[in-house]
Every structure is written in structure tokens, then in C-alpha cells.
């Protein structure tokens, strides 16, 4: 006779811990003393820790005084750009990209990519991250690391019109062959690169091909106001009517920062007919002094999801969305001048449930329920920066820190247990990827793979 599910022995309980949830009108809770039962790499039950005292399983974690958590999702990001953290500091972002990133990305090879996308995986595994949205170079390479790791990703591979047909092609070759791989934990997208790299019959092609495929779209798109006016100025639309005219909007789209979003584009996302979402990665923003941030409070008057990201370490020297939570927090309250925006509460929504959105797996991921992956970290309360606890919404999003997460769960399998990575050798690959910098950091070719002109 086979046991019920009540019966089956699971595959891991965590047990003793606060486990956060919403509730039907999505607002967040937080139920004490719980416990987690994992089945086949999905949540069975969200029960009380007495419930399942007698509960057989394979794997039992101890969770007493520690917050469990949906894994949090890095929106957007350049995985394996890692490999450049500390190269171009303290510079406007025209010189960023002309005489530093884009001149040594023409130095990369495959293996740069793998070792990088490798390091930022550890990074982000340490960190609390359980999905990622990459939008790179070489992305096979990246798919082989996730696979590995044991991480969920959302890649594309990125192309601009400089390539000719043959970038597009490239990215949508990608996207079908590497779709559902990793056991289901990879998900693809197009990758246009940006409306002032990819032309607008690019664009018009692209999201042909979406549609054809049943693919989503992932772009930088308004990424400051610099590009907005410069737009304007010579085309007489913004980055987002340009998307709007190519058909993009009408395909499920995920927009990289925005942070140059007009008031007259705001009508243009609210009628657009696809799933659109938008991607803040606001540390990028104050390092390169942008003037504007994601215009994230009118976004969610339009019920369009603001996910949180990083972009890549080049850019702001860290894969730490616990620190984009916080800051997008903060930056809310000083840019609309209102305090009560974004509440603790909000950005703990944005960093689970949104997020999942913005990257398409909103019925899959983002909270911890019945029927939904179990992607789970465990945050350690006991430390003396985040005692006492009097409000644990605020304590998690203003008081805890990346590093207090102990325990980092994808799948329902651990990747780190303790602060242990399980899945990857950080000493290896820091050595390997070293030994590399050399040849990568040469710029004496005087070459670049694209012009940023804005």
C-alpha cells in the first residue's frame, strides 16, 4: 500500500523557524514557530513545527531563530562581468563603456564567461539568491554553470545590430535550445541589447520572433534621462514609443532600469498589450550619478512589477540584492519626498513576489506556499545588529545584511548550508579566473565591440 503524502516521508523539513507568506490580497505576514515540508523540490506544506515533530523525512534543518524567506531573484544582471569589479571606477557612463567595458569585452573568451558567470553564482548563492536574470554573452556557458550550481536562471544572449542578422539569430538559437534546461530551471528570453544599439527593424523583427515562439523579451530600455533626451532630440519618441512602435510591448517584456521612464511614457506601458515589468538595480544609478531613479511608485499606480536587480558587478562592484532592497527603500522615500513609500513591508514585496514576476515565474516562484518551487533562504536574526526585534519586516529589510543568511535552497536541494557553499569552489575559480586577467584586461588593440553614443 503506498502512503498519502501526509504519510511519505519528505525530503527535508525546516522546522523552529518564522517563516514569511502573504495572504490573498498578496500582503505580507509572517507565521512564528513554523515548519516547511519539501517534496520533489516543491513546498507540500506551510504547518506549525508541533505538526510535523513525528513527520519522517531525509533532511531535517533546525531553523530555530532564523526568518525563512522566498530566495530572492537578481531581475538583471551581466553574471559573468564579475571578471571586470573594480576595473572602470569613477567614470561617466559614455567613458565607462567606450574606453573600458566595451574594449576589454572584445577580449572574451567562453572561458571568461564560464568562470566569471561561475563566481557570480557563489556570490549570489552566499547571498541569497536563488534565480537570476542574465543577459550576456557566450550565454551556453553560463546555462552549463546554473546546471552545475544548482541555481534558476533566466538568460538570453545578448546581440546588438552591429552583428547583422546574425545576432538575432544567435539570441533566438539560444533561447530554444537552452529553454526548460537544468531540470526546468532555466527559462530563455530575447536579448536585444538596448533601442540605441538595436535598430528599430531589429526591434520590429524581435518581437516578431517572440511571438512566434511564445519567448519574452528582455532589453535595457530608458536606462537614464541622458538617453531619453537624446532620443527625443534626434528621433522625436522616447526609448520606450520606440519600443512601443517595434511591436515590443506586445510581447512579454522585462525592461532594464528605466530610470529615464517619462511621464508621457507612463500612458504608453499602461495600454501596452504584453506583460510588461521593470528591473531597478539603484546602487548602478547613484555610483554613475544619474539624476533620476525608476520612477517605481508611478509603475505600480500603472500595476506594472518592479523587480529588484543588480546589474552587473562592473557597473556598481556587487550581486547583493539584500543591498537593492534597502536602497530602493530609501531612495523611494527621499525621491517622492514621502516616508510611508516604499514601507518595509512593500519592499519585502518587491523582493519576493514581483520579482518572480518580473522575470515570468510569478506562479512558480516568490513565496512560500503550497505548490510552489521551493526556493527558500534562511535568515539568522540572533546577531546583535538586528536585536531587538521589534517590527521584522523593518529588521529584515533595514537592520539584516546579506551575510546573516545562513542557508540558500533551490529546487528543495541545499546549496549552502551554514554559510558553506556546496556546489562550487570558490578557490578554484578565483585562481583559474586570475591567471586569465592578463590577455582580458588588454586594451592595446584599440578595439571595441560596440560605440555608446546616447
Not at 574594449?103 to 547571498?127: F, H, Q, W, Y
Not at 536585444?192 to 535595457?220: F, K, Q
Request: hydrophobic letters at 40%; aromatic letters at 4%.
Amino acid at each position: 500500500m503506498t502512503p498519502s503524502p501526509a504519510e511519505a516521508p519528505a525530503d527535508l523539513i525546516i522546522t523552529g523557524c518564522t517563516v514569511l507568506v502573504h495572504d490573498d490580497q498578496e500582503r505580507i505576514g509572517f507565521e512564528e514557530n513554523a515548519a516547511i515540508v519539501v517534496h520533489g523540490g516543491v513546498v507540500e506544506t506551510v504547518t506549525t513545527a508541533d505538526a510535523v515533530r513525528d513527520r519522517a523525512a531525509v533532511e531535517r534543518l533546525d531553523a530555530a531563530g532564523q526568518v525563512a524567506l522566498p530566495g530572492l531573484v537578481n531581475c538583471h544582471t551581466h553574471a559573468p562581468m564579475v571578471a571586470l569589479r573594480g576595473v572602470a571606477e569613477d567614470l561617466p557612463t559614455e567613458e565607462w563603456f567606450n574606453d573600458v567595458v566595451w574594449p576589454v569585452e572584445s577580449n572574451l573568451t567562453e572561458k571568461d564567461v564560464e568562470l566569471g558567470a561561475r563566481l557570480a553564482c557563489a556570490e549570489m548563492i552566499r547571498g541569497g539568491v536563488t534565480c537570476f536574470a542574465d543577459h550576456y554573452f557566450a550565454m551556453d556557458a553560463v546555462a552549463a554553470v546554473v546546471a552545475e550550481c544548482g541555481m534558476r536562471a533566466h538568460l538570453g544572449e545578448a546581440y546588438f545590430s552591429s552583428q547583422g542578422p546574425q545576432g538575432r539569430e544567435k539570441s533566438l538559437e539560444f533561447a530554444l535550445r537552452q529553454r526548460g534546461a537544468a531540470d526546468g530551471r532555466i527559462t530563455t528570453t530575447l536579448a536585444p541589447h538596448a533601442p540605441y544599439t538595436v535598430d528599430e527593424a531589429d526591434l520590429a523583427a524581435t518581437a516578431e520572433l517572440a511571438r512566434e515562439h511564445g519567448l519574452p523579451v528582455h532589453i535595457h530600455a530608458s536606462e537614464n534621462r541622458d538617453q531619453a533626451d537624446t532620443s527625443l532630440a534626434r528621433h522625436g519618441v522616447t526609448p520606450v514609443e520606440i519600443l512601443h512602435r517595434a511591436g515590443i510591448l506586445d510581447t512579454d517584456v522585462l525592461i532594464a532600469h528605466g530610470t529615464g521612464i517619462l511621464d508621457r511614457d507612463l500612458p504608453v506601458l499602461r495600454n501596452a498589450t504584453g506583460r510588461i515589468a521593470v528591473a531597478t538595480a539603484p546602487r548602478g544609478y547613484l555610483k554613475f550619478a544619474w539624476p533620476t531613479t525608476t520612477p517605481v511608485r508611478a509603475l505600480h499606480e500603472l500595476g506594472i512589477p518592479v523587480g529588484l536587480a543588480t546589474d552587473g558587478a562592473a557597473s556598481n562592484n556587487s550581486l547583493d540584492v539584500w543591498e537593492s532592497m534597502a536602497l530602493t527603500a530609501l531612495i523611494q522615500k527621499s525621491t517622492t519626498g514621502d516616508p510611508r513609500w516604499l514601507t518595509s513591508r512593500q519592499a519585502l514585496h518587491h523582493a519576493t513576489l514581483q520579482s518572480a514576476r518580473a522575470v515570468g515565474l510569478g506562479e512558480a516562484v516568490g513565496s512560500i506556499a503550497p505548490g510552489r518551487r521551493a526556493d527558500i533562504i534562511l535568515v539568522d536574526l540572533t546577531g546583535p545588529h538586528t536585536q531587538p526585534v521589534h517590527d521584522l519586516a523593518a529588521t529584515l529589510v533595514h537592520s539584516a545584511r546579506s551575510s546573516d543568511i545562513r542557508t540558500t535552497i533551490v529546487d528543495g536541494r541545499i546549496l549552502m548550508r551554514d554559510r558553506e557553499l556546496l556546489t562550487i569552489d570558490v578557490p578554484e575559480v578565483v585562481g583559474e579566473l586570475g591567471e586569465r586577467m592578463p590577455a582580458l584586461l588588454d586594451r592595446s588593440h584599440g578595439k571595441r565591440i560596440q560605440e555608446y553614443d546616447t
